[in-house]
């Protein structure tokens, strides 16, 4: 069985910090592409950033390029979202995602990730 496992989320006043984490089993995670997208209120769910299965490439949306970072361990089968200087705007539930695809690059889109997680909530209090 197939699990992402978020966690890290929680509420944090403008400027601060937070570190997601997603803890995958049940599958390959060193050979395999992750991402994390989020989705507010009444939104749509939209990318945030993607690491590709090397952990060579990365990739953000413009919204968060420069305040996020994403980056893995193959060890601990745990992809982390570091998030920086953030702002209102970043509250929503974060979700972490795996491509089925073995040896895959940056995903951009939802389309191209087939396992998701549950979603941790991130409050951002301004």
């Known amino acids: 069985q197939v699990t992402l496992v978020e966690s890290g989320g929680g509420l944090v006043q403008a400027g601060g910090s937070l570190r997601l984490s997603c803890a995958v089993s049940g599958l390959t995670f060193k050979n395999r592409a992750m991402g994390w997208f989020r989705q507010a209120p009444e939104k749509e769910r939209e990318f945030v950033g993607g690491i590709s299965w090397s952990g060579g490439n990365t990739g953000y949306a413009d919204s968060v390029k420069g305040r996020f970072s994403i980056s893995r361990d193959n060890a601990k089968n745990t992809v982390y979202l570091q998030m920086n200087s953030l702002k209102p705007e970043d509250t929503a539930v974060y979700y972490c995602?795996?491509?089925?695809?073995?040896?895959?690059?940056?995903?951009?889109?939802?389309?191209?990730?087939?396992?998701w997680g549950q979603g941790t909530q991130v409050t951002v209090s301004s």
């Open positions: 995602a795996a491509v089925q695809v073995l040896y895959y690059t940056v995903g951009y889109t939802a389309r191209e990730y087939t396992y």
